[in-house]
T-cell receptor, first 114, second 112 residues
Framework: SQTIHQWPATLVQPVGSPLSLECTVE??????LYWYRQAAGRGLQLLFY??????ISSEVPQNLSASRPQDRQFILSSKKLLLSDSGFYLC?????????????FGQGTRLTVV | SQQGEEDPQALSIQEGENATMNCSYK?????LQWYRQNSGRGLVHLIL?????REKHSGRLRVTLDTSKKSSSLLITASRAADTASYFC????????????FGTGTRLTVIP
């Protein structure tokens, strides 16, 4: 069966520090991968998606970047965090090139920038 | 924006009552999906309705879709305290990108 791992679960980082959040998927090949951010009490905002190794698309301009160094690994990064980067970050995957498919989410990372 | 909007933002009902949540969206879609999120956790998929479907059932869940009005509703019948969570609709727009765009969610509280 497929599983998605996201870590760490919580993170407190000072303003200006770097960030690296990692997400890995097991039990499937060539998944679509996504990073979402959820502000407190709000909906999910799509930050990045990837349809293959090294292929990253960004939905919104921001202080963050994403990379996909391996087929089932998706990394969210920042060189210098801002206070506004605080939020709940969710990684998700879906089946590649399949219509009408659902997304499977990790358990999220609560990032607090202080 | 391709994001949908749910209403109400918050809903509080007694156990055993039905809960209805609505979702409106702006673009043409391949499908619309509903997800549930327990506080501080990831989202769990509940049900998917395709653009050519009008109604779908899964256990105590009933989803309707009106593509002419660009709206959907989620009905949870005979609610239980364990149904307390946030519920989000997500649209898969006809852009070919296979992305999901989420609404702002409805916070449901079921009082035992």
């Amino acid at each position: 069966s497929q599983t998605i791992h996201q870590w760490p679960a919580t993170l407190v980082q000072p303003v200006g520090s770097p960030l690296s959040l990692e997400c890995t998927v097991e039990g499937t090949s060539n998944p679509n991968l996504y990073w979402y951010r959820q502000a407190a009490g709000r909906g999910l905002q799509l930050l990045f998606y990837s349809v293959g190794i090294g292929q990253i698309s960004s939905e919104v301009p921001q202080n963050l970047s994403a990379s996909r160094p391996q087929d089932r690994q998706f990394i969210l990064s920042s060189k210098k965090l801002l206070l506004s980067d605080s939020g709940f970050y969710l990684c998700a995957w879906s089946v590649h090139k399949q219509m009408n498919t659902e997304a499977f989410f990790g358990q999220g990372t609560r990032l607090t920038v202080v | 924006s391709q994001q949908g909007e749910e209403d109400p933002q918050a809903l509080s009902i007694q156990e055993g009552e039905n809960a209805t949540m609505n979702c409106s969206y702006k673009t043409s879609i391949n499908n619309l999906q509903w997800y549930r999120q327990n506080s501080g956790r990831g989202l769990v998929h509940l049900i998917l309705i395709r653009s050519n479907e009008r109604e779908k059932h899964s256990g105590r869940l009933r989803v309707t879709l009106d593509t002419s009005k660009k709206s959907s509703s989620l009905l949870i019948t005979a609610s239980r305290a364990a149904d307390t969570a946030s519920y989000f609709c997500a649209t898969d727009p006809q852009t070919g990108a296979n992305n999901l765009f989420f609404g702002t969610g409805t916070r449901l509280t079921v009082i035992p």
